[in-house]
DNA sequence: GTTAGCACTCAATCAAGGTGAGTGCTAACT
DNA sequence: AGTTAGCACTCACCTTGATTGAGTGCTAAC
């Protein structure tokens, strides 16, 4: 016994019925709210056909059926091979969000607010990040005696800061030369290249080795942890509204994975050159994650990188509306970064973007 | 009737067993567990004058007694008098919280991290806030063509960075230039009046009105919305393991709370110069808050603004606990930002500040 | 003033029975 | 051969009622 045609409309159905009420959907139901012009026992041996076939579980005998991952799984594949869901949400998403900030991280709050309040599921996204970011431009600025806020300026657009001390004291201009040395000698650089040849810049430059071993250090530093990078969530209170997570236990789950940013983010980020990722329920090899199907998209910005946008909710989720939202909000963040000035929006406060 | 010893004793007893069980204690517990060498008759004589009193409630008549809100009060009262408990968790937070970071906002999240672990209540530590800051400092940073990174360099130390653009193209030097003049002019001045002279400056330093005009567009936009500031929260997963929240609305509710970062802020906020605050239930005057106490306390930063740590529980929290925790978390913060860098940690690896 | 004793209350727990949504199977129908 | 009506069956869920036990308030004795 094969699917055929018939199987595959009230497959649907039931899924489409499920992803609704998320309540086991029973025979009678098909029948009645979905006219198939076929009775209920009919679709009753269709059903059992779906089950037999691994499309459908039952929770017990005398309850509906519900979809397995493997229906879900069909469901979606047929939604992206058709494809003519892309760009619904479009018009919405733009209305929604106008990145309109100075600071990225701002930027991508913003974003998984609009992604989470557009799908009512759990919205993640993160930031850019590929391949390590060069730097362009390194500037030393006199914050108080004897320190000084070393501004890297890198190709990413991502400027990374800190405070570092020295002995003694430095004169604005002093520190202006020695940015300039810096820069001269570094730009074009990785961080973990820069740190390599700092010694050797150093002896060059002179006598300012206190300095320069306090940056070094501070680019060592770096270099191992890194920045962690901020990842922006949105939606957690809405997902407790929805049925599947009455059960504490999940709720639990939930908060504490929220909680754990960089576990959550190695969830999210998405790997490989794809659009799209859509990952159900066990398919995702997350044991939490039995339960959940986790929707990812990327973006890109001017200089290569890529960033991930994701989507996580019950596996009865609703895969068009949040493939859709997830697109177009890709888009649109490839659109915001594609710039060459990397940081985001519009310095200025013209509204062009919105239209080119 | 009026409170004596014993009842208070008896009082203080309920609320120790309330706090470690949230079950309503009946009066053979105390007579038992807490040797009063008085028969359970006894106290429940002296539970009904308490309960008159207002000390106590009576969630049925068949069930034991809770604290009221009036007898925390009391509790705590009592508790911050005698002042016996500080420096009790002095060792353990300087233990946990190493305060090892560059940027001021790793350094909340750590102190709400050690926070919420040591109390196993949620908390939210606030950056430090309070008189606008006053301009030291500012520097253009070349970032690409048309193109500038602004990096305002306050006396709190406090860093605000963004792109702007500009038509045309200045060097490296002619922008380094226009900083300095734009230092000397402006340096002392908070944010909304260096805007106000912003125009003059413009003027005098002439021919660069296009990057003026967005530097004077980004600063009106700082002084209207201001950076939203980070506000660091923990713990909420560890919320979720006590009895008062298996119930889902209250769930919801800490959520949302938690979600809205900003109302969270002018919850925890303390104003005034006291040291502490400890709000019990509806005493914070915030309706979802009835069944929870916030303890706050504060820190300051060697510019002498003033940050607020805070956590938030159930009314029947630890409070001995909580206010230790606090108060050792609020002086070793005070200790690390009272130093003139302004920016936290040690830039240097020395491992001084420990043990000053 | 303290305590033992007793009647009383009431939430919580559990078992028993009823209800209804849903199934699988069979036999009749097209 | 596919479809459908009919029927017996299953099982989660709800209701009901009885039981239990923690806890109280009151009274009378110490």
Redo the contacts between chains.
Sequence with gaps: MAMDDRKFRILQAIIDDYILTAEPVGSRTISKKYDMGLSSATIRNEMSDLEELGYLDQPHVSAGRVPSAKAYRLYVDQLLEQGTLRNLDEETVRAHFTGRA??ME?IIDQAAQVLSTMTNYLAVVLPPSGRPPVI??I?L???????A?V?I?TDT?I?R?????YNGQLS?DTL?AIS?AL?QELSGKTLPEALEVLPEVSRRVGDNADLLR?LS??LG?RKEKG??PHVAV?G??RM??LPEY?D?ER??NL??L??ARDRLASIVRQNGNVQFTVRIGPESGIPEMENCSIVTATYSTYSGQQGTIGVIGPTRMQYQKVISVLSSMGQQLTELFGH????AG????SDERRHS
């Design positions: 100075h600071q701002d362009r431009n500037q600025v006199p914050v108080a005696t004897g320190s806020l501004v300026v657009g400027v800061d800190t405070v570092i001390r604005s202006y300039q820069t306090s250090g501070f530093e920045r962690k949105g957690t209170s407790l509204t009455s504490m709720v639990r908060l504490s929220v909680e060459e000035d990397g940081h519009p310095g200025d406060s």
